[in-house]
T-cell receptor, first 115, second 114 residues
Framework: GAGVSQSPSNKVTEKGKDVELRCDPISGHTALYWYRQSLGQGLEFLIYFQGNSAPDKSGLPSDRFSAERTGGSVSTLTIQRTQQEDSAVYLC?????????????FGSGTQLSVL | AQSVTQLDSQVPVFEEAPVELRCNYSSSVSVYLFWYVQYPNQGLQLLLKYLSGSTLVKGINGFEAEFNKSQTSFHLRKPSVHISDTAEYFCAVIFSGSARQLTFGSGTQLTVLP
């Protein structure tokens, strides 16, 4: 596609429900990253994929968070039993390959609000 | 712990005035440095990056940044800002050995006033 696409752009959910956030990277980009931006804080790294594998899951804040990537393309970030502190903008980015200095292309994010 | 600090959360400046957005990082290892910009209702885009070589880096839209290893800083500057430069600016660092994770600062909201 022309850019990194994320859906939905906005998601309002009730505490305790599960949510799925989707990221469509730029075609041909093998590396895919998930970040979280909470109100008043910087961007927080969550997880990255090289192809379908996730070499680094260290940023996932708890076992309620999981992510998968299939076919080296679309990725889904799942948050189970959502809590109010999960409210944030979830950003996805992709790049041609995972290597220092690579240019990241970011999506517009999913605004998650947990009531 | 390795961290990135943007001391100024808000920077208001008048149009055509110069601006400097500060970024410091805490690490003695090799680093790669980036500035990203997020315009209202848009995703992040790369402004400029420092990987090696000249410590003065020029980016898009007339911005530049200088890597100062002794002060562990990478301040962003523009000699004359425009209304359209109003945005959130993020400094980001890849620390050597960090598995290519970008560590971001908390962001600086630049507001250009007419």
């Amino acid at each position: 596609g022309a850019g990194v696409s994320q859906s939905p752009s906005n998601k309002v959910t009730e505490k305790g429900k599960d949510v799925e956030l989707r990221c469509d990277p730029i075609s041909g980009h093998t590396a895919l990253y998930w970040y979280r931006q909470s109100l008043g804080q910087g961007l927080e790294f969550l997880i990255y994929f090289q192809g379908n594998s996730a070499p680094d899951k260290s940023g996932l804040p708890s076992d309620r968070f999981s992510a998968e990537r299939t076919g080296g393309s679309v990725s889904t970030l799942t948050i189970q039993r959502t809590q109010q502190e999960d409210s944030a903008v979830y950003l996805c980015a992709s790049s041609l390959a995972a290597g220092s200095g690579e240019k990241l292309f970011f999506g517009s994010g999913t605004q998650l609000s947990v009531l | 712990a390795q961290s990135v600090t943007q001391l100024d959360s808000q920077v208001p400046v008048f149009e055509e005035a110069p601006v400097e957005l500060r970024c410091n990082y805490s690490s003695s290892v090799s680093v790669y440095l980036f500035w990203y910009v997020q315009y209202p209702n848009q995703g992040l885009q790369l402004l400029l990056k420092y990987l090696s070589g000249s410590t003065l880096v020029k980016g898009i839209n007339g911005f530049e940044a200088e890597f100062n290893k002794s002060q562990t800083s990478f301040h962003l500057r523009k000699p004359s800002v425009h209304i359209s430069d109003t945005a959130e600016y993020f400094c980001a660092v890849i620390f050597s050995g960090s598995a290519r994770q970008l560590t971001f600062g908390s962001g600086t909201q630049l507001t250009v006033l007419p």
